[in-house]
């Protein structure tokens, strides 16, 4: 009986991090699709963004949304300052540009809900989302709308490229990273994302849905958009870049913040994904997102029941002493900000984030306000 829930747990954890991934890859290259572009398609575009005390990057930003390759017609930015303190809405009233508005949201009420306020007021066709520290490159916003083109397409995911404190990219946290790219990329072509980068995808205006305060809004979009019976895909070339927190303690706790949406997401819109019918993006999130975030869970079981199991043969030395070289490079590596076994660290991090954002959830902490990172 040991050896099978040692056995239940290690396939658990293969099929998570390397069947379904080469599962949702063979259906890819043998059922995808992918969305028609129109190059010449330049449709009008609104840029929401919800802001709370970031005068630290508030003016980076704005002059990064002033020099966009796009045509200065069709592109508006609308700042939300939610209940800001500090000198954010005087530097954003400072640019004397009929592209940028600014909206006073006296006492604060979350992003999501100054999201809602943005999306009412925005005039364009396309809504694109973002946060305050991260930096489009010059074609990102054409590398988006050009899906659109496509009719059967809602929603339109960048990708963010971070960097170190010496604004180097960083490559540590970036290979776990690249894995998570390769993934959409392949559920792009197939069951449709099943999560966009926050800090850069573009939605349809008319598919915008005024969302509760403690939702968040990067993860339900897309299965809004699936089970209104369109795609969700990526577009890798459309990139932002963001400096990396260094701190483990700090990105441990933003991690939990988000990860206790993210459950909340799961936990109340998963029915609505089967009831539309949409199994194919149902089993992707439970694939992708839900069993990963059971990740530490069923890595203790495994070890717990590879120490029963010592005695019973060479292979189960072997796994267990893999494990344990494992765990020594997580101890290793938690305090670097670079370097490979940062890897391994992060990999811990971000699903000790999954744990203790569910145990959060379950206890009724909902977050709806948390502070910027700090450059």
Known sequence: MIEIFFWVCFLLLFYAF???????????????????????????????????????????????????????????????????????????????????????????GGKTLALNRAAAEAK??????????????????????????????????GRSVYLDARNNTEHSGGVYRQYEDFIKEQESGTVSIVGADGAIYALRADLYQPLPAEYINDFIHPLQVVCRGLRAVQESEALCREVQDGDAGKELQRQTRIMAQSWLIVFSQAKNLLHAGRVGHFWAMISHKVLRWITLPLMAALLFFNLLLLDEGLRYQILF??????????????????????????????????????????????????DPRKQ
């Not at 305050?132 to 009719?151: E, G, I, Q, V």
């Not at 999954?354 to 206890?363: D, E, F, I, Y």
Request: proline fraction near 3%.
């Open 18 to 108: 390397i069947g379904y991934p080469a599962l949702i890859w063979i259906f890819a290259r043998t059922a995808g699709q992918r969305s028609r572009f129109d190059e010449r398609r330049i449709p009008t575009v609104s840029m929401l963004l919800s802001v709370y005390n970031e005068e630290q990057v508030i003016r980076s930003k704005l002059e990064n949304f002033l020099q966009l390759d796009y045509d200065s017609q069709a592109l508006e930015m609308i700042v939300v300052s939610d209940g800001c303190s500090d000198g954010t809405e005087a530097i954003v009233a400072s640019f004397d540009s009929p592209r940028i508005r600014l909206i006073v949201q006296e006492e604060r």
């Open 124 to 157: 364009g066709d396309i809504l694109v989302f973002t946060d305050a520290n991260s930096m489009f490159a010059p074609d990102a916003l054409r590398k988006l709308t050009r899906h659109f083109a496509d009719p059967e397409v809602g929603l339109v995911s």
């Open 321 to 370: 002493t893999i494990q344990f070289g494992f765990y020594l490079a997580v101890i290793a590596g938690w305090r670097r900000t670079e370097g490979l076994l940062r890897v391994p660290a992060m990999f811990t991090l971000l699903h000790a984030a999954a744990v203790l954002g569910l145990c959060r959830l379950m206890t009724g902490q909902v977050f709806i306000t948390w």
